[in-house]
Each structure stands twice: as C-alpha cells, then as structure tokens.
C-alpha cells in the first residue's frame, strides 16, 4: 500500500535524551513535513523538505533536527534543548511544496506519541 | 493570508447529513480551500478541497458560496464512524509549508 509510515507509535524519553521520530513514504513525493499538535490544539509546523538535501524550519524548530538524505525519508530528532516535548508529532507528504491547482494536497502519517518521564 | 473560523462543536444524528461550515472571508481569488478530519490519536485524513466550484467525491461534498468568503462540508449519510474533528483550511498562495490547521469542529455522530 502507498502512503506515509511513521515509528515508533508510542515512545518514551527520558529527561535529557534525545531521540529520533522514523519517517517514510513510498509516494514518491518531493515535499516532507513535520508537525507537533498538543492535545486539544491545531498542528504547529516543526521543520519541511521541499526535495532532497534541503530543509527549512518552521514556526517551532527550536529543539529539533531533521536531515533529508533520501526522498523516502525525513527523520525527525528531538534533542534535549526541547523543553517540553511531550506531544504528538505528525509527519507528512506532498508532491511538491506549492499547490499550483488541482490534485496536489498533504497526505499525513499516523502519528507518534512522544512522552517525557 | 486566509483565516479560517469553524464552530467548535456540532451534533448529529447517525444517518443524518452533518454540515459543518467555515468563513474564510479573506481568501485570496486563487487560494483553495481544503477539509481534512482527526480521528482520536491518528493522523489528518484528507476530505475534499476546492477553488470556485462545489466538489463532490466519495467521502463528502464541498459547497462554496459565489463570493467564496465560507464554505460547508456536507456529509450526506453521517455514522458513527464519522465522529471526528475537521478542519477547514487553506494554504496562503498556494504554499504547503504555510498550511495550518486551527481547532476545527469535533463533531460528534450519536445514535
């Protein structure tokens, strides 16, 4: 099936540890992207990829890193400067960065489950 | 940049048609507007999504009014497995980078 496979579903981190959210899609799309969403909230936008090699951050970067070495694969890493990471964090696809009409939309993963214990 | 406003709840009854409306009174003539919707603890699911034109797919309908300042999705026949938040959108001129999503509206699908 295509589509965007995050992992792991739910992880626990410890205070102080960084650890690394998997990304992948096999929809062969250009743009990735990475949100955080806290319960009862909208998604905030973490880091995106408009193609292979290049990152942009978002509106919440601070915190985080990614890296695009492959088009299939935008891994997300939550270091320890993150002072609140518990959250959900959602990764995404599109074909290419603008919508230049019909067709063209985000596709999203299932998400993973980040909690500081 | 288009600011979407939704209700923050809505009910419906189980076989019912839900309408959930959104203004978005400061799209642009180019923007488009799209519906995506949260179920608990898993990702957005892609609706439907238009400029001018209704739109109609397996999944719902999208009627925008002529001066295209609200829209309302339309979910013919609701179950129970529609039960979710949904979210009206619409990415500033077209870039994905700048889509956001608000609080939406949970709308909750009861016997």
């Known amino acids: 099936d295509g589509g965007i496979t995050q992992s792991p579903k739910y992880l626990f981190r410890k205070e102080g540890q960084n650890v690394t959210l998997s990304c992948e899609q096999n929809?062969?799309?250009?743009?990735m992207y990475w949100y955080r969403q806290d319960p009862g909230q909208g998604l905030r936008l973490i880091y995106y990829s408009q193609i292979v090699n290049d990152f942009q951050k978002g509106d919440i970067a601070e915190g985080y890193s990614v890296s695009r070495e492959k088009k299939e694969s935008f891994p997300l890493t939550v270091t320890s400067a993150q002072k609140n990471p518990t959250a959900f964090y959602l990764c995404?696809?599109?074909?290419?960065?603008?919508?230049?009409?019909?067709?063209?939309?985000?596709?999203f993963g299932e998400g993973s489950w980040l909690t500081v214990v | 940049d288009a600011k979407t406003t939704q209700p923050p709840s809505m009910d419906c009854a189980e076989g019912r048609a839900a309408n959930l409306p959104c203004n978005h009174s400061t799209i642009s003539g180019n923007e488009y507007v799209y519906w995506y919707r949260q179920i608990h603890s898993q990702g957005p699911q892609y609706i439907i999504h238009g400029l001018k034109n209704n739109e109609t797919n397996e999944m719902a309908s999208l009627i925008i009014t002529e001066d295209r300042k609200s829209s309302t999705l339309i979910l013919p026949h609701a179950t129970l497995r529609d039960t979710a938040v949904y979210y009206c959108t619409s990415p500033p001129h077209g870039t994905a980078s700048k889509l956001t999503f608000g609080t939406g509206t949970r709308l909750q699908v009861t016997l």
């Open positions: 995404a696809s599109s074909i290419e960065i603008l919508f230049r009409g019909s067709g063209n939309t985000i596709y």
């Open positions: 929809l062969n799309h250009d743009a």
